[in-house]
């Protein structure tokens, strides 16, 4: 079946300029307009822009999160031991992954969940050479359960596993449209820099993502582009090289 049949959309003839990519996506993003758990409508939303990128040809892997059911930093807090409650976040996302692959398939879109913890009836185990020979064969793949160690967050996982299968960039989907020089909703006259440097998202403290994946990115020279997620189309407009979003990489420029 040819992709374009899956959502009735045709060629434009722009090409992307990304053959292969890592989408972070946060738990809230499935949380739409609810205020705990999964709601369907919003992945289904995200489903969609995923087929078109997928028709593109694009090879696309998702590493999710798991904050809108258990946050495990914030477990803890509540008494919870540490790495009890990283484990528990880890099977939220596992949770979030198959929600998100139910969606992408009833689009017609041949999806895989690979999980850091084994658990064969639900997941395959995440190997990264069976990961690259699905997206090779135009398969979207979800990564699920963090790495599979407490203390490290869905960020360093999507850092990482970024490395590990090659991909061009990662792609930081989040519900602004990119990074400030300080809190929009704090400071009035924050602006939106478009290209940073890993120096500056270190040095200037910028949350965009934890230190661990920050530094490892920087280590191994993969841009991260940060973007807004809720706008319409914008995971499509991203790959094609629009300039949405912010873009960190080593040749950035603060001003």
């Given amino acids: ?31 739409g307009e609810a205020g705990y758990g999964i709601e369907y409508g919003a992945v289904r939303h995200i489903a969609e822009q995923l087929t078109h990128i997928v028709e593109r040809g694009v090879q696309v892997a998702i590493v999710v999160g798991g904050g809108n059911i258990v946050r495990g930093t914030e477990a803890a807090q509540h008494g919870i031991d540490r790495v009890t409650a990283d ?13 998100l692959r139910d969606a992408i398939e009833q689009f017609g879109i041949d999806c895989r969940l690979q999980s850091a913890i084994a658990m064969s009836q639900v997941a395959e185990p995440f190997i990264p050479r069976r990961a690259i020979r699905h997206l090779e ?10 790495t599979g160690n407490p203390f490290f967050t869905t960020d360093t996982t999507a850092a990482l596993r970024a490395v590990e299968i090659g991909a061009d960039v990662l792609l ?21 820099l478009a290209n940073l440097t890993y120096l500056d998202v270190l040095n200037r403290g910028l949350a965009i993502m934890d230190s661990t994946a920050v530094t490892l990115c920087m280590d191994n020279r993969m841009p991260i582009i940060v973007f807004d997620l809720f706008t319409q189309g914008n995971i499509e407009r991203v790959i094609l090289g629009e ?13």
Avoid: C, H, W
């Avoid at 064969?137 to 963090?146: D, E, M, P, T």
């Avoid at 300039?243 to 001003?255: C, L, N, Y």
């Fill in 1 to 31: 079946m040819e992709l374009a049949a899956v959502t009735g959309r045709a060629d434009d003839g722009r090409r992307p300029v990304f053959g292969r990519v890592i989408l972070k996506l946060g738990g809230e993003a499935l949380l």
């Fill in 87 to 99: 484990y528990m976040g880890m099977l939220a996302t596992v949770i979030n992954a198959l929600a």
């Fill in 137 to 146: 064969k135009g398969r979207l793949v979800i990564l699920a359960a963090g």
């Fill in 172 to 192: 930081k989907a989040t519900k602004v449209d990119g990074i400030y020089s300080a809190d929009p909703k704090k400071v009035s006259d924050a602006t939106r």
């Fill in 243 to 255: 300039q949405i979003g912010t873009r960190v990489d080593a040749e950035g420029d603060a001003e």
